[in-house]
Structure formats: structure tokens, C-alpha cells
């Protein structure tokens, strides 16, 4: 019973001394996390032989190997992050830029990284790098600076995405994002640019303050001729219910007149009294005159 615990323990013990000497790529067991890609080469090499069979990808998790005959190489699973150097840039309209961008991707084929990359990853940066800033001048030099700068931007960040992840894919990289961080003007040529802006600007405020004084005398000659016309039939509709009031008034008073053309006069010559003699004013006529004969009972 005791022998069989203490073979229990020590297997216990090497199995716990193998996954610890996996976790640094020695003995047969592989430890593979979940931000990782191993490679098990055998001899050394990727290249598949009848001496030197295929190499094998490990998963997440564990796996084995020959010792001494087999070699792990270790390779990032997660997206990586890789800023590049300002690069001067000439526009289709020639406006020079400087233009500074980032790249985000990942190791997608680790095998093929590995035969395209013997050397490490600042080989895969140094390529990535170049074929980004090529593609970068390529898409930017067939815009206008304008298009660079407001319109296009995030068009032109797509494309550049694009073209740059089919161009890698043959490396085994996978790139997820081109971004540009900065559109600058060149030292020395801000000035002379902002110059042509105002210019334009300015250019463009005398045009619509042109427009707009012309369509201003267009609407107020407008408003004017609307408000004359206006005018005009308002007061030809007052002349017009002036003679018709002017006509009613004078067929009430002949008819009156006719119905009893003695009071009709006497009550005319009271009017007359009470729009001419107000209070304290002196008349000084004949009391035969003809202005006192309704008073008379003439």
C-alpha cells in the first residue's frame, strides 16, 4: 500500500514537473494559452520532409512533442499595435501633407508568418510598414486636399484598410484598421496655404453678398410694385363705396324732401344754424335776411 502511494506521488510530481517545464517550451508537454499560437518544428525547420515531417499549430491548451527533436516557436494570437513615421504625401490638386497614420493587425497564419518572417517580428513591422505607407501615397495622391482633410477621410481610411490586408494576407497578417492620426501642412508652406483659403473665402463672400444684394432689390422692387398695386385698388374701391354711399345719401334725401318738403327745409335750416352759430359768436345781419326766414315762418 505504501509502495502504491508513493508511486501515486511520484507520478503526481513528474506530471506537475512536465506542465511546469511546458510553460517554457521544455519537455514533451506544449502549453498554449489564449493570447498565443505555437509552432512545434521538428529539426528546427518549417519546411515539411521525410526526415522532417509537417509542423504542427497547437490549440489553446495542451499538447505534445518529441524532445530534442522538435523546437516551439511562439507567436501572439492578440491584435497588435504599430505606429508609423510622418510621411510627406503630394495631393491630386499638389497640395503637400504630412500625414501620420497607425496600423492595427495580427498574426493570422502563424505558419506562414513564420517562413515569411524567419527573423521575428520587427521583419513582419518593416514589411507591414512599407506596404502601408505605399498604399497611404497611393489612395491620398488621388484626392484633393479638401476631400483629405474633411470629406473623404473615412473613405480613404477603408480603402487604404483594404488594400493593405490583401497585400499582407500573402504573410500571414491580418490587418484589421489603417487609421490616420494627423493631416498636417509642411513647415513653411501653412502661410502660403491659408493665404489661398482666405483668398477663396473671400472670394466666394463678395460672390453671395452679390447674389444676395441682387435678389434683395429683386424682393423689395417686388414688395413696392405689390404694395403700389395695392394701394391703387384699395383706393378705387373707396371711390367706388364713396359714390355709392354719396348716391344712397342723395336718394334719402330727395325722398325725404318729397314726403314733406317744408319740414325737410325748416330741419336743413336747423342744421345750418347748428354748424354755423356756436356758442358766443357774434352774426351781424339784417333780420330779413334770407338766412332768418325759416325762423320767420317763411
Given at each position: 500500500m505504501k509502495r502504491l502511494i508513493m508511486s501515486v506521488l511520484l507520478l503526481a510530481v513528474v506530471a506537475v514537473g512536465l506542465l511546469q517545464l511546458g510553460r517554457?517550451?521544455?519537455?514533451?508537454?506544449?502549453?498554449?494559452?489564449?493570447?498565443?499560437?505555437?509552432?512545434v518544428l521538428f529539426l528546427s525547420s518549417a519546411e515539411p520532409s521525410l526526415?522532417?515531417?509537417?509542423?504542427?499549430?497547437?490549440?489553446?491548451?495542451?499538447s505534445l512533442r518529441f524532445p530534442l527533436l522538435t523546437?516551439?516557436?511562439?507567436?501572439?494570437?492578440?491584435?497588435?499595435?504599430?505606429?508609423?513615421?510622418?510621411?510627406?504625401?503630394?495631393?491630386?490638386?499638389?497640395?503637400?501633407?504630412v500625414v501620420d497614420n497607425y496600423v492595427i493587425w495580427r498574426i493570422r497564419d502563424p505558419l506562414l508568418f513564420f517562413k515569411s518572417f524567419p527573423t521575428?517580428?520587427?521583419?513582419?513591422?518593416?514589411?507591414?510598414?512599407?506596404?502601408v505607407r505605399a498604399d497611404v501615397r497611393e489612395v491620398i495622391g488621388r484626392r484633393t486636399f479638401g476631400e483629405v482633410v474633411t470629406s473623404a477621410r473615412r473613405e480613404l481610411m477603408r480603402t487604404i484598410t483594404e488594400q493593405s490586408d490583401r497585400s499582407?494576407?500573402?504573410?500571414?497578417i491580418e490587418v484589421r484598421d489603417v487609421r490616420?492620426?494627423?493631416?498636417?501642412?509642411?513647415?513653411?508652406?501653412e502661410q502660403n496655404v491659408y493665404a489661398r483659403m482666405r483668398a477663396e473665402r473671400q472670394r466666394l463672400a463678395r460672390k453671395y453678398r452679390a447674389e444676395g444684394e441682387e435678389e434683395g432689390?429683386?424682393?423689395?422692387?417686388?414688395?413696392?410694385?405689390?404694395?403700389?398695386?395695392?394701394?391703387?385698388?384699395?383706393?378705387?374701391?373707396?371711390?367706388?363705396?364713396?359714390?355709392?354711399?354719396?348716391?344712397?345719401?342723395?336718394?334719402?334725401?330727395?325722398?325725404?324732401?318729397?314726403?314733406a318738403p317744408a319740414f325737410y327745409t325748416f330741419w336743413r335750416s336747423l342744421e345750418?344754424?347748428?354748424?354755423?352759430l356756436s356758442e358766443r359768436t357774434t352774426l351781424v345781419v339784417s333780420p330779413e335776411h334770407e338766412f332768418f326766414k325759416p325762423l320767420m315762418g317763411e
Open positions: 517554457f517550451g521544455i519537455g514533451p508537454v506544449v502549453i498554449t494559452r489564449e493570447d498565443e499560437q505555437k509552432i526526415l522532417n515531417p509537417q509542423p504542427i499549430l497547437t490549440e489553446p491548451g495542451l523546437d516551439v516557436r511562439v507567436f501572439d494570437r492578440r491584435y497588435l499595435y504599430l505606429n508609423t513615421e510622418p510621411l510627406p504625401i503630394q495631393t491630386r490638386d499638389e497640395e503637400r501633407l521575428g517580428p520587427a521583419q513582419a513591422e518593416s514589411q507591414i510598414d512599407r506596404v499582407l494576407r500573402a504573410f500571414g490616420i492620426n494627423r493631416t498636417e501642412l509642411p513647415a513653411g508652406t432689390r429683386r424682393i423689395r422692387a417686388e414688395a413696392e410694385r405689390k404694395a403700389r398695386v395695392t394701394l391703387a385698388e384699395a383706393e378705387r374701391d373707396a371711390e367706388i363705396l364713396r359714390g355709392e354711399g354719396d348716391a344712397k345719401a342723395a336718394a334719402i334725401h330727395a325722398e325725404a324732401y318729397q314726403q345750418a344754424y347748428r354748424k354755423t
